[in-house]
């Protein structure tokens, strides 16, 4: 029996051949250890007394290591954690948590990200792009190479990432570099190239694996980013404040020498769009995470309030009407957030959305945000709403901003069912989303216009994403859009309605009490 338990992969990773880890279990396996298992694997039946010699021989490997490894070295045998939904390391919670000083410690087991950590005398060089850990002795004692960003198995955009040099030397060998800026608190490194500009990765990649590894410091440390944008800082400022008390250092952009009692390279992933309680020391989740988002935006949220309730108070003065009973009863009704699109992938038929989720009961907010909207603004609109409905693509990301309970919609274009429920889909419902996947029909693309009929476009969208990333980018996320069956999309929305008015109502009955 083999069990697939990796999908690590990017829209160019669908279905490819060999992107999927496998985990053989059955004894008929002749696999040397009995444990990884190919496409063309023979299935033979030893006689009871050889198979009893090959489990002997295949445990013997597995537990010499760890008698005879160093302290360092790390096991490779992994357990299965539902709630991760994917591989985890069983050395991910305790290796490199203790360090002693003066020493290095590398995590390379997991198949997301490297992780360094340097305790002692640290000192950086941007020029040489070395981290140097200074000891009381005269040798160079080790030397470590890492690209500190989240998608190491992805061989193209690691190519584009900084590399940092980790040295361990003697305190005498060589130049001994002098600080002109002394820390006291630890720092952590991490790059904000490869895919930063999308929101996605931003959260998955960048801000997420972020949270992840400066929890433990309790907000007394200073991060050090590789490939710095001021764009990026500005952004998310209000995050950064409640991570850290400190500035942002630029690597490259300041060339001076910075000392820290102790350094962190390299990031923590868990999952996409997720924080594994089971794997943080202090037991913090994706709710933590996001009370975080709630308690960072909320001074912005209040200022822009008070702002539109003085412009309210001008207009009052200026009109002699006071607001309407039917515009009072409407602010009760349940609200709906549509993520609109307007190149690919786009509702066709939105307004018609519009007016069916109007005559279901709800009121209707249509959000089109934009790499320039204030994400503040955006989380004010979302946290506010209780059901919010978009096509797969980066914007679902905005999930995030929803209160724990509220309802979030996807619908699934051909072609992207998988990306579609495990970038947003799962995260989503461990947030605590009410999560509802509408899965569109071959009718409802904007392809069913240019392909027969019978096409594998149409009929086997897998076949057509195993060819390669840029047919899946060229025809199912370039040119598609979406054109809705109201009548079967009604059901998803009557579905969120009665959830939202029950929610209201154990909400009114809860602050009743």
């Known amino acids: 029996m083999c069990k697939k338990v990796m999908h690590y992969k990017r829209y160019h990773h669908w279905n490819k051949k060999g992107d999927v880890l496998v985990v053989c279990v059955d004894e008929d396996i002749t696999t040397p250890l009995g444990l990884v298992c190919g496409n063309n694997h023979k299935k033979t039946k030893p006689k009871i007394y ?10 013997s490997f597995f537990l010499a290591p760890q008698f005879f490894t160093s302290p360092h070295g790390f096991s490779l045998l992994y357990s299965f954690s539902s709630d ?20 290095i410690c590398c995590e390379r087991s ?29 040798e160079v004692l080790r030397h470590e190479k890492i690209k500190p960003y989240t998608r190491k198995w992805e061989k193209s955009v690691m190519d584009t990432i900084d590399e940092l040099d980790l ?49 433990q410091f309790n907000k007394k440390v200073v991060f050090v980013i590789l490939e710095y944008h001021n764009w990026w800082i500005m952004k998310y400022e209000n995050v950064l ?65 008070q702002d539109e309730e003085r412009e309210a108070r001008m207009n009052m003065e200026k009109l002699v009407s006071s607001p309407s009973s039917e515009t009072k009863m409407d602010l009760k009704k349940p609200k709906v957030v549509i993520i609109s699109r307007n190149d690919s992938r786009a509702i066709l038929n939105e307004d018609s959305l519009v007016k069916l989720i109007e005559d279901i009961g709800f009121r209707v907010e249509v959000l089109s945000p ?18 919010m409905i978009g096509v797969h693509g980066a914007a679902m990301t905005h999930f995030l901003f929803m209160r724990p309970g509220s309802v979030f919609i996807q619908i699934i274009p051909l072609g992207t069912d998988w990306a579609a429920g495990t970038y947003y889909g799962e995260p989503a419902a461990k947030l605590g989303l009410k999560y509802i996947g509408y899965k569109i029909h071959p009718k409802e693309s904007s392809l069913y216009d240019e392909y027969e009929k019978n096409d594998p476009v149409l009929t086997d969208p897998n076949s057509v994403n195993d060819r390669g990333w840029e ?24 579905r969120a309605y009665y959830h939202s008015v029950a929610n209201e109502s154990a909400r009114f009955r809860l602050q009743s009490q």
């Open 110 to 138: 997991s198949i997301r990200s490297d992780i360094c950590v340097m305790k002692g005398d640290v000192r950086t060089d941007s020029a040489s792009s070395r981290i140097t850990l200074y000891r009381n002795n005269d």
């Open 241 to 305: 404040s409640h991570l850290t008390e400190y500035p942002v250092i630029d690597f490259r952009g300041d060339k001076r020498i910075h000392c820290f009692p102790e350094a962190v390279v390299g990031l923590r992933i868990h999952d996409e769009l997720t924080v594994s309680s089971s794997l943080m020391v202090n037991a913090k989740s994706i709710r933590d995470f996001r009370d975080l988002l709630d308690r960072a935006y909320w001074p912005r949220i209040k200022g822009l309030v």
């Open 167 to 215: 040295v361990v030397k003697g305190e005498h060998s060589g130049i001994h570099q002098k600080c002109d800026v002394k820390h006291d608190v630890p720092a952590v490194f991490f790059s904000t190239g490869g895919y930063t500009g999308n929101l996605y990765h931003e959260f998955n990649d960048g801000l997420l694996p972020l949270y992840i590894t400066s929890q």
């Open 50 to 59: 050889y198979l009893l010699f090959l489990c002997l021989i295949s445990f």
């Open 370 to 387: 934009q790499r320039t909207t204030e994400l503040a603004r955006i989380y004010r609109v979302l946290n506010s709403s209780d059901v």
């Open 84 to 103: 991760d939904g994917g591989l985890v390391s069983q050395s991910d919670v305790n290796v490199c948590s203790s360090v002693s000083n003066g020493t």
């Open 471 to 494: 047919f899946t980018k060229k025809i199912y996320l370039d040119r598609q859009n979406v054109k809705l069956n109201l009548g079967r999309f009604r059901k998803r929305l009557l």
